[in-house]
């Protein structure tokens, strides 16, 4: 293998201002961000609305789509090693500042996007909290027993009734399957690893009005897709606050990621057996194999990059195909 294959690459993250966003990405992080509501860091992203550039090296300047269509060995040869073929570079991590709640949305899965978006996929993706406040909530899910309540309940605007929220705290992890209706709230931080993917459909938005009129709901498709009964509250959530130091622990295996935790205290090393593994640092700073890391950086293992040595105290959220 070529040396330069054996490189990290670190990218710029791309950000997006909401009217949800808040001011965090600029002041708790360390990111020159476009101005107040910044809502949204799109830190590995190969999306056509948000291309990460690489930041240095031997690619610096390239994008993630770029270099996922140029340099195919670097995320394991999917075109010819007779693996699924994959046609985008197949995961997209964010860190969402949300200061106000946002609208709660549905993702379709694959068999119905595919159907009925074009042939488009459907979306998984899960959520880190990096930070909220005491009390807080995210909504997961609902508290419709069976479809024909689902419908009433959506078709009578009955949200109080139907909206099921879930209290979290800093560190836990929330998987967010295809149908489970879901929503951010205002004053929660988190890290999203997701299928890269754009079908949403928005369920209700708190009647709120956006340049003078309401944003559009998709209510038919939601109740299309939403899963009934939800998945028990209890079944949602995962403490991932505190998990055993120096290795790394698998949060979530699904058939689109794999997201693990790593708290360095000290030191860790491991092979890169993955087709690409991306790292997201969200506390503290270290060293990878002798590099200095720090919070806010985001960054791709390449295929065959080989042995990894962490050390410092830092916490890392690690995402795979
Ligand atoms: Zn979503």
């Given at each position: 293998m070529d040396q330069k294959?054996k490189?990290i690459?670190?990218?710029n993250?791309?950000f997006k201002?909401m009217?949800?966003g808040?001011?965090?990405?600029?002041?708790?992080?360390?990111y020159?961000?476009?101005?107040?509501?910044?809502?949204?860091?799109?830190a590995?992203?190969?999306?056509?609305n948000?291309d990460?550039m690489?930041?240095?090296?031997a690619?610096t300047g390239k994008t993630?789509s770029?270099?996922?269509?140029?340099e195919?060995a670097?995320?394991?040869n999917?075109e010819?090693?007779?693996?699924e073929k994959?046609?985008?570079?197949?995961l997209?991590t964010k860190?969402?500042d949300a200061k106000?709640?946002?609208s709660?949305?549905?993702?379709?899965?694959?068999?119905?996007?595919?159907?009925?978006?074009?042939?488009?996929?459907?979306k998984?993706?899960c959520?880190y909290?990096l930070d909220?406040?005491?009390?807080a909530?995210l909504v997961?899910?609902?508290?419709?027993?069976d479809?024909e309540e689902?419908?009433?309940?959506?078709r009578?605007?009955?949200?109080?009734?139907?909206?099921?929220?879930?209290?979290?705290k800093?560190?836990d992890?929330?998987?967010i399957?295809?149908?489970t209706?879901?929503?951010?709230?205002g004053?929660?931080m988190?890290?999203?690893t997701?299928?890269?993917s754009?079908?949403?459909y928005?369920?209700?938005?708190y009647d709120?009005l956006?340049?003078?009129?309401p944003?559009q709901l998709?209510?038919?498709?939601s109740i299309?897709v939403?899963?009934?009964p939800a998945?028990?509250?209890?079944e949602?959530?995962?403490d991932?606050?505190d998990?055993?130091?120096?290795?790394?622990n698998?949060?979530?295996s699904?058939?689109?990621?794999?997201v693990?935790k790593?708290d360095?205290?000290?030191q860790v090393?491991?092979?890169?057996?993955?087709p690409?593994?991306?790292?997201s640092?969200i506390?503290?700073?270290?060293l990878?194999?002798g590099q200095?890391?720090?919070k806010g950086?985001?960054?791709?293992?390449?295929?065959g990059?080989?042995?990894?040595a962490l050390?410092g105290?830092?916490?890392i959220?690690?995402?795979?195909i």
């Amino acid at each position: 293998m070529d040396q330069k294959e054996k490189e990290i690459i670190f990218l710029n993250p791309v950000f997006k201002q909401m009217i949800w966003g808040g001011e965090r990405l600029g002041t708790d992080w360390p990111y020159e961000i476009p101005g107040p509501g910044t809502g949204e860091c799109w830190a590995v992203s190969a999306h056509q609305n948000g291309d990460c550039m690489v930041r240095e090296g031997a690619y610096t300047g390239k994008t993630l789509s770029q270099l996922w269509e140029e340099e195919p060995a670097l995320f394991g040869n999917f075109e010819n090693a007779g693996k699924e073929k994959l046609d985008r570079f197949p995961l997209l991590t964010k860190i969402i500042d949300a200061k106000s709640d946002l609208s709660i949305q549905v993702h379709p899965d694959d068999a119905y996007a595919g159907v009925h978006e074009n042939g488009s996929l459907g979306k998984t993706e899960c959520w880190y909290i990096l930070d909220c406040g005491e009390n807080a909530t995210l909504v997961i899910g609902h508290n419709a027993k069976d479809k024909e309540e689902l419908t009433a309940m959506i078709r009578e605007g009955r949200w109080n009734e139907f909206i099921r929220e879930v209290p979290v705290k800093k560190g836990d992890f929330i998987q967010i399957d295809p149908g489970t209706v879901h929503a951010i709230k205002g004053g929660i931080m988190l890290l999203e690893t997701q299928q890269n993917s754009d079908i949403t459909y928005r369920v209700y938005d708190y009647d709120r009005l956006s340049d003078g009129k309401p944003r559009q709901l998709h209510v038919e498709q939601s109740i299309d897709v939403i899963t009934v009964p939800a998945k028990p509250a209890a079944e949602c959530v995962k403490d991932a606050a505190d998990m055993p130091k120096n290795q790394k622990n698998l949060l979530i295996s699904c058939p689109y990621y794999k997201v693990w935790k790593i708290d360095v205290t000290d030191q860790v090393s491991f092979a890169q057996e993955h087709p690409f593994l991306i790292m997201s640092v969200i506390a503290g700073d270290g060293l990878i194999n002798g590099q200095l890391i720090k919070k806010g950086d985001h960054f791709i293992l390449p295929c065959g990059y080989g042995e990894v040595a962490l050390q410092g105290q830092m916490e890392i959220i690690a995402a795979s195909i």
